[in-house]
């Protein structure tokens, strides 16, 4: 479920981090995990259209399986399925994010580049080729991990409440879409939709959301 959140002081980076959002890598607050620092005011306006009354982290990103990995000031540091978890770093976009908070397709069709603050040690020595070649090989063993990754709690208990206001065979079409090209099967004779759903990953559960969202 993600590390806890552990607020901390604000450093000279943070300070300036002002208007910006965006990909972030810092070993300081983030040890080796790509992150998306949210800037709260950005995404409540992106929310203002739902008209839930309710707040776009805990009523829409949480359920939708991202995780707050740390809160600093005016903005949110969020790891998950699509944004920043079972990813191309190089095709980096919100519109997983997007698509959780606002109920709509996410159309961003440019990357969004990284930003990187490595304050390690070595960094500042000759060893950072060899480093970067581990790294790579951490990554990849991370990807692979991530598409593998079950599904969360709050996906689960968002998706149980969502599977009662749609047909079975919108479920079965968002299922499909959901779960292409992933190691999830589709529906198994007889399987009821309750146990489809507790088999799920988090990143297809989190396509599965937003599909579903999308139908009511
Ligand atoms: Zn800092
Ligand atoms: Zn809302």
Same mark, same amino acid.
């Given at each position: 479920?993600?590390?806890?959140?552990?607020?901390?002081?604000? =450093?000279?980076?943070?300070?300036?981090?002002?208007?910006?959002?965006?990909?972030?890598r810092d070993s300081k607050h983030y040890g080796d995990r790509l992150v998306y620092?949210?800037?709260?005011?950005?995404?409540?306006?992106? =929310?203002?259209?739902?008209?839930?009354?309710?707040?776009?982290?805990?009523?829409?990103?949480?359920?939708?399986?991202?995780?707050?990995?740390?809160?600093?000031?005016?903005?949110?540091?969020?790891?998950?399925?699509?944004?920043?978890?079972?990813?191309?770093?190089?095709?980096?976009?919100?519109?997983?994010?997007?698509?959780?908070?606002?109920?709509?397709?996410?159309?961003?069709?440019?990357?969004?580049?990284?930003?990187?603050?490595?304050?390690?040690?070595?960094?500042?020595?000759?060893?950072?080729?060899?480093?970067?070649?581990?790294?790579?090989?951490?990554?990849?063993?991370?990807?692979?991990?991530?598409?593998?990754?079950?599904?969360?709690?709050?996906?689960?208990?968002?998706?149980?409440?969502?599977?009662?206001?749609?047909?079975?065979?919108?479920?079965?079409?968002?299922?499909?879409?959901?779960?292409?090209?992933?190691?999830?099967?589709?529906?198994?004779?007889?399987?009821?939709?309750?146990?489809?759903?507790?088999?799920?990953?988090?990143?297809?559960?989190?396509?599965?959301?937003?599909?579903?969202?999308?139908?009511?």
């Amino acid at each position: 479920m993600g590390q806890p959140v552990n607020p901390q002081p604000l =450093h000279a980076r943070d300070a300036k981090l002002g208007g910006m959002s965006g990909f972030t890598r810092d070993s300081k607050h983030y040890g080796d995990r790509l992150v998306y620092e949210a800037l709260g005011s950005k995404w409540d306006r992106y =929310h203002s259209h739902c008209g839930c009354g309710q707040d776009w982290l805990s009523a829409h990103a949480e359920p939708a399986g991202f995780t707050v990995v740390r809160k600093g000031s005016g903005f949110v540091a969020l790891v998950g399925p699509g944004l920043t978890e079972g990813v191309d770093e190089d095709r980096l976009t919100t519109n997983a994010l997007w698509e959780a908070v606002t109920g709509r397709p996410g159309v961003q069709n440019w990357f969004e580049p990284v930003r990187t603050f490595d304050r390690s040690p070595e960094s500042e020595t000759g060893t950072k080729s060899i480093r970067t070649e581990k790294e790579r090989a951490v990554r990849r063993a991370q990807d692979a991990a991530q598409r593998r990754a079950p599904i969360t709690p709050a996906q689960l208990g968002y998706l149980q409440k969502l599977v009662t206001s749609v047909s079975r065979q919108q479920f079965d079409e968002a299922l499909t879409s959901a779960v292409k090209g992933s190691p999830v099967e589709a529906r198994r004779p007889d399987e009821k939709t309750a146990q489809v759903i507790e088999r799920m990953t988090k990143l297809t559960a989190r396509k599965l959301i937003a599909a579903l969202v999308g139908e009511k």
